[in-house]
């Protein structure tokens, strides 16, 4: 690991200055992601901010019904929040079959939907990788791809999200809170949030340099049955070939989330409009682009989805 210098910051709007004027900063809250890829030198911050001590750390309901979460609420509280249990259980049950329980312990929600892919190409620092050094080539094109991406992918990079928690946020149509350096605010859609790879990878969100996030806020409940299907290789401690987050009502029709096919969680509203879990997955999959090594996950979407709906209608 690298030498680095390091600040506890007194308020967002100052965190953000520090990512601002200083080159290299990084923020750190709970760590999980960010310490492993230090200790790799994947990320070299020559500066970090520690943001643990902002009063972020809050869930609270909000005028229209919905329900306010701050940046820094760890994934076990969240996962075990009465109204999130109640009214937001897809949430809840994306959040458990991620990581282990130490992680979610210190887990953040800003730092579940910043951390960064899983590809081990990406993690291997002999091998060519946009994301990690711009420019260099994608060695995970042509290579061993089972458990990347076939949708919304570049010639540059076919890495996948790894976040959970993320699909879930995308079927309930979270928006994201954030400040910048100078105090100004925005609101973001989770649809919006993270980015497709394009001709550069290695930007991954819509978040400006000096802008952190402050909270996700969850609109007001929608009802139905909310499940999440995680497929994995084994069953704890793996990141999903593909997962489902829907929210679906009796006669199967309903909102269904993806990870594990896009740099992103990845939804198509229209596809939702069908009948059928074999022509909803053709329409979410519409221009897929697979490989020997990954177009099994076309497969697997439409039985895991037929095993969804069925599951919704009991």
């Not at 809840?92 to 990581?99: E, H, I, N």
């Not at 076939?150 to 699909?167: E, G, L």
């Amino acid at each position: 690991m690298k030498t680095f210098t390091y600040e506890r910051a007194t308020s967002p709007a100052a965190a953000a200055a520090a990512l601002a004027n200083t080159p290299g900063a990084k923020l750190i809250a709970g760590g999980t992601n960010l310490l492993d890829l230090m200790k790799l030198q994947i990320e070299t911050p020559t500066h970090l901010v520690d943001i643990n001590r902002l009063q972020l750390d809050r869930m609270e309901d909000t005028a229209n019904g919905g329900l306010r979460i701050g940046a820094l609420v760890r994934n076990t509280d969240l996962a075990a929040h009465a109204r999130v249990r109640s009214d937001y259980a897809v949430l809840s049950r994306a959040l458990v079959s991620g990581a282990s329980g130490q992680l979610r312990n210190k887990a953040t929600t800003a730092g579940n939907l910043l951390q960064r892919t899983r590809c081990p190409y990406f993690y291997d620092t002999t091998k060519p990788c946009n994301k990690r050094q711009p420019g260099a080539g994608c060695a995970a094109i042509g290579g061993f791809d089972r458990n990347l991406a076939i949708m919304a992918t570049s010639d540059q990079c076919i890495a996948t999200h790894p976040s959970d928690m993320a699909v879930a946020m995308r079927v309930l149509d979270a928006t994201v809170e954030t400040v910048r350096a100078d105090g100004t605010q925005r609101t973001i859609p989770i649809a919006d949030f993270h980015r497709p790879p394009g001709n550069t990878p290695q930007i991954e969100t819509a978040l400006a340099r000096d802008e952190i996030i402050t909270a996700v806020t969850l609109p007001p409940a929608i009802g139905g049955k909310h499940i999440y299907r995680k497929v994995r290789d084994r069953a704890s401690y793996a990141f999903a070939l593909i997962s489902i987050a829907a929210v679906v009502q009796p006669d199967g029709r309903g909102r269904f989330a993806y990870g594990g096919l896009a740099p992103k969680p990845w939804r198509v509203e229209a596809a939702e409009k069908q009948s059928g879990a074999k022509n909803i997955a053709e329409a979410t999959l519409a221009g897929a682009r697979t490989s020997e090594h990954n177009a099994f996950k076309q497969t697997l979407v439409e039985r895991t989805l037929a095993s969804v709906i069925q599951e919704a209608r009991g």
